[in-house]
């Protein structure tokens, strides 16, 4: 009985230790929800965007061509507060917030499971007029 109690045991942490060797990746700036909120669409314009956020991960330019907010979104699956079709003449700036972990085999990168949470942000920005269309706010991480 003694043996079987010593060699769950021996296993168990033999197996917790080749399995918890995790590397964590973040990438991007934390978004603060609080300034969510204060988005305002129709008044907020890029300058107030880019005192509450900093510079984007990456701005998508619509360019001359209307499209619908549902091929911008497919990006970084956000939905968007209004479901109107993007306006001709549009950068969306996005914003992401990542933390990666992958469990690994000894720190070798094998036998691993890779878990992902983030937090997306994207804005309409009309260019013309540098006033915000719309947003889309996804939160996984707390």
């Known amino acids: 009985m003694r043996k079987i109690f010593l060699l769950t045991s021996l296993t168990t942490i033999l197996a917790s230790f080749l399995f918890s060797c995790a590397e964590t990746y973040i990438k991007g700036n934390r978004i603060d929800e609080a300034m969510v909120k204060k988005i305002e669409v129709?008044?907020?314009?890029?300058?107030?965007?880019?005192?509450?956020?900093?510079?984007?991960?990456?701005?998508?330019?619509?360019?001359?061509?209307?499209?619908?907010?549902?091929?911008?979104?497919?990006?970084?699956?956000?939905?968007?507060?209004?479901?109107?079709?993007?306006?001709?003449?549009?950068?969306v700036y996005i914003y992401e917030y990542v933390i990666r972990k992958v469990g690994t085999l000894f720190g070798t990168g094998f036998g691993g499971e890779v878990r992902e949470k983030k937090n997306s942000l994207m804005i309409w920005i009309d260019k013309d007029t540098e006033i915000v269309q719309d947003y889309g706010y996804k939160k996984e991480i707390e």
């Open 42 to 91: 129709g008044k907020a314009n890029r300058s107030d965007v880019l005192k509450m956020f900093g510079a984007p991960d990456r701005i998508i330019d619509t360019g001359v061509v209307a499209t619908s907010k549902g091929a911008v979104v497919g990006f970084v699956n956000v939905a968007p507060k209004q479901e109107s079709p993007v306006g001709k003449n549009q950068e």
